[in-house]
């Protein structure tokens, strides 16, 4: 089935797979100031905030998705994350929820 999101969410989704989305530690990797840190200021943890993080591991980021009912083994790689949150979901519109979901966060 062909997925209904829009081109912006399908190149959004995309720079996140490819880790090109800016989170700190991209910036840092490309010399941006970042005020002197790395860390991730949503959840005021000493981790680093890289695109992973940011959208996946964060505890802002995981009450998200448990709020919209997307639960996945959010520890492993990006693509088994996925496949296992897929299986799980209830509805057949997963990846317009879960690309929806990326862009809110």
Sequence with gaps: MENKCTLKLKVFLWL???DRLNSKDLLQRK??????NDRCVTCNSLT???????????SFAQQCWHNIGINGNFHTT???MIIE????????????TF???CWNI
């Design 31 to 36: 010399h941006f100031n970042t005020q002197g």
């Design 16 to 18: 996140l797979l490819m």
């Design 99 to 101: 690309a929806i979901c």
């Design 85 to 96: 949150a897929k299986e799980n979901f209830q509805f057949p519109f997963f990846m317009e």
């Design 48 to 58: 680093t905030e890289d695109s992973f993080h940011l959208f996946f591991t964060c």
């Design 78 to 80: 990006f693509m088994d």
